[in-house]
C-alpha cells in the first residue's frame, strides 16, 4: 500500500515535470512555420511561388514618402505585458504595426515580452473566429509614423517578424 502511493506520487511528479519541459517556444513555432513553407513550395518553381506569396499579401498604402502593406481587420484586445502599463487593455489607435501573427496566444505573449523588454510598447490583438493572435509593436494615428517605425524594426529586428513576410499597418474595423 505504502510503497503504491510512492509510485503514484513519483509518477505524477514526473509527467507535471515533463509537461512543464514541453511548453511551446517561439523558436519551435518558428521552425513549425519554416517546415509549413517548404512544404507549400515543393512542386512549384521560384516564380510561381513568389507570386504565390505576393498574391497573400495585403496591399500597399501610401504614407508621406514612404509606403507600407495595410488590412483592415476586427481587433479585440488580449493581452499587455505587465511591464508596460501594469498590463491594463490596450485599445486598438488608428494604426497598429503587427510584426507577427501566432495561432497560439502563450507564443504571441512571449513575442509581446520581448519586445517591450527591447523598449517596443507590444500588445497582443485577437483576430478573427477561428483566433490569429497578432503581436503589435506599436500603436498611432499616424500611418506616417507607422510606415517609419516598420522600417526601424526591420533594421533592429531582421528575423523578429513571425507568421508573416513584412511588418503589416492593421487598421481595426469597427
Known sequence: ?????????????????????????????????ELAQQKARENLDDAEYAMMLEEEQPP?????????????????????????????????????????????????????????????????????GKPSYYVVAMRSDSLDRVATEARRYIRENPNGIVGMREPVAIMPRR
Open 1 to 33: 500500500m505504502k510503497y503504491t502511493r510512492i509510485c503514484a506520487c513519483i509518477t505524477a511528479v514526473a509527467a507535471l515535470i515533463s509537461l512543464a519541459c514541453c511548453k511551446p517556444t517561439e523558436k519551435n513555432y518558428r521552425l513549425a512555420y
Open 60 to 128: 500597399f498604402v501610401h504614407a508621406g514618402d514612404d509606403s507600407i502593406r495595410a488590412r483592415t481587420l476586427p481587433l479585440m484586445w488580449q493581452y499587455s505585458p505587465q511591464s508596460l502599463d501594469s498590463g491594463r487593455r490596450a485599445d486598438p489607435l488608428r494604426y497598429n504595426l503587427a510584426v507577427g501573427m501566432y495561432t497560439m496566444l502563450t507564443n504571441a505573449k512571449a513575442h509581446a515580452d520581448n519586445l517591450v523588454a527591447k523598449g517596443w510598447h507590444s500588445v497582443v490583438f485577437r483576430s478573427g
